[in-house]
């Protein structure tokens, strides 16, 4: 029988239960377990995908083309669960199902209601998203518990827990413990409220993880325990990391928590949680005295979460080269006015993706600084389109070069729409999503980070590099690493005479994991330190070290 642990979060959003969830998943693999990874989102949007960066961070892409909740990238990171299309669902996408089935008859001539149709339809979802072989299923409700739109997801627990024995199902609570830092006091109120807020509803927590600045006294831990009715060695602090996420595990483990679940759900307690490899990880992440610093140039960059797994990658790829990546966020917009003043100091730059004009002309000069000056530089789906858009303007003199995105009646679409997509006019779940095949062209740098003569990466985008310029482009020397063979669709492009400027039509951020790195990040972050070594200057010669 599958276990089951639901996450809810109350006091604030964004407290991390994300994370949290991520981080429980990866305690019960280090057990021996199977862990599926699902993630309920209370917000009536099917899916993320035609969400602004600003609203709700990055989209995240799953191998079967789901655009999804970014909690769902920590769940790739941390663990080894597979995550598809069943592992995130909205209000939108039930109550589209729901209305779907009513619209064919299948509820008979029923009146549909909130209770039981849609609670049942959220149970069956959670069903959905449990993998073959799982011993422990880990479902994350998304919001605040009290918030209106999230009640049909607690119902739905609360009648899932019921249907099942006691020691199948368990419900961990993240919450919140201001400190007021006028009195010198942390406060409890909030949390009481908020578990008060869950038992109201039929839900008693199993575990409180206790979200602080400040450490939890036992005298308030206890309070805690006695006014939310939770043992005292269920309450656990989870106290803010001042060196990296990735010590949040190794933090709860600390507390206990891979024991309590174990003893709730009735799993073997005598088996120990290895994260050996993980605690080296965080020592050589301290130990570690080297550093480089990355400017990435993007339109959303004052919401870190809209650029989430990308600067998860560079820490990931900083990992494998021994040093710190430092970032510098650098908005398009002031770089088209202000110029390369905003990249001084820096060892490489990134472009991330995007959609809309906006700062593209600043991520178009941030390109042509980093080429000139020898700078490593990487480009990201939109940031590599803009790159063949600089080749194709400033080397290869095609003036008014562009990508039909932006000017559909360009006299150079360099960047086209792709063909199939031409005349869509709906938004949603129409580009070119999911993962797909690379292969990659021998004695090309990407060949040589890979390793490999193919791979597979996800993608998110409208719009391709156009092949009745590749000619033009390739003789004027802008290398085309990686092609989707099934297509002839370019999907890398590289300058061989450059230390590092690689420019990629996928998203390689999502493959990424803190013990195994994304190649090219790697590669990447490897020509920014020697840069970094080389006082800030470039050279051919350095190519060879990433």
């Known amino acids: 029988m599958v276990k089951h642990i639901f996450v ?51 989209v995240y892409v799953l191998d079967d083309g789901a655009e999804t909740d970014l909690d769902l990238g920590h769940y790739e990171r941390y663990t080894n669960a597979h995550l598809d299309r069943h592992s995130n669902y909205t209000t939108g996408k039930i109550y589209s199902g729901v209305i779907a089935r009513e619209r064919r ?14 609670t049942d339809a959220i149970k069956d979802a959670i069903l959905k998203g449990v993998a073959p072989g799982v011993d422990v299923a ?46 010198g006091e942390m406060k409890t109120k909030p949390t009481q409220q908020s578990v008060g807020k869950l038992r109201e509803i039929g839900i ?13 006294s036992d005298e308030m831990a206890r309070k805690i325990s006695l006014f939310c009715n939770v043992r005292r060695e269920s309450v656990i602090e989870e106290r803010d990391v001042e060196f990296s996420i990735y010590e949040v595990p190794l933090m709860l483990v600390r507390a206990g928590i891979d024991k309590i679940i174990s003893r709730r759900l009735h799993l073997p307690v005598e088996v120990e949680t290895n994260l050996d490899d993980w605690r080296a990880m965080i020592a050589d992440m301290r130990a570690t005295t080297q550093s480089c610093e990355i400017a990435v140039v993007g339109k959303y960059i004052q919401l870190h979460d809209a650029y989430k797994s990308i600067y998860e990658a560079l820490s990931h790829a900083g990992i494998a080269n021994h040093c710190k990546v430092k970032l510098r966020k650098v908005r398009a917009e002031d770089y088209y006015e202000q110029g390369s003043i905003l990249l001084d100091g820096v060892d490489g730059v990134l472009i991330p993706g995007g959609f809309g004009e906006r700062g593209v002309e600043g991520k178009i000069r941030a390109i042509q600084h980093a080429r000139e000056t020898g700078l490593p530089f990487f480009g990201i789906c939109l940031g590599m389109q803009c790159a063949t858009i600089e080749y194709a303007r400033n080397v290869l003199g095609l003036e008014g070069a562009n990508t039909e995105e932006l000017d559909p009646r360009c006299p ?22 999911g993962e797909y095949r690379c292969e990659l062209v021998e004695g090309t740098l990407a060949r040589r980070l890979y390793g490999s003569s193919q791979v597979l990466e996800r993608h998110r985008h409208r719009y391709e590099y156009n092949n009745e310029y590749r000619q033009k482009l390739e003789r004027a020397g802008l290398v085309t690493a990686g092609l989707y063979a099934d297509k002839n669709l370019v999907e890398i492009v590289e300058l061989p005479s450059h230390p590092f400027f690689v420019g990629v039509q996928f998203h390689p951020e999502f493959k990424s994991k803190p013990l195994r790195p994304h190649p090219i990040f790697a590669g990447f972050v490897a020509a920014a330190l020697a840069h970094a070594r080389n006082g800030g200057r470039s050279g051919v010669a350095e190519r060879t070290k990433a």
């Open 138 to 183: 880990i479902t994350e409700i998304g919001g605040t518990v009290g918030d209106i739109e999230s009640l049909p997801f607690i119902e739905a627990i609360r009648q899932f827990a019921l249907e099942r024995a006691s020691s199948d199902v368990m419900f961990i609570h993240l919450t919140l413990l201001p400190y007021l830092r006028a009195s």
């Open 412 to 433: 150079h679409p360099v960047i086209h729409v792709i063909p199939e997509n031409a005349g869509v006019e709906q938004k949603g779940a129409t580009m070119r999503l």
């Open 105 to 118: 008859g299948d509820y008979l001539g029923s009146t549909v209601q909130v209770i039981p149709h849609i």
């Open 8 to 58: 809810t979060g109350g006091v604030v959003s964004s407290l991390g239960k994300g994370l949290t969830s991520a981080a429980l998943g990866m305690i019960l693999e280090r057990r021996g377990l199977k862990v599926s990874m699902q993630k309920l989102d209370p917000y009536i949007n099917v899916d993320p995908g035609t969400m602004s960066p600003y609203q709700h961070g990055e």
């Open 204 to 216: 008693q927590p199993d575990v409180l993880i206790c979200r602080t600045e400040q450490p939890l």
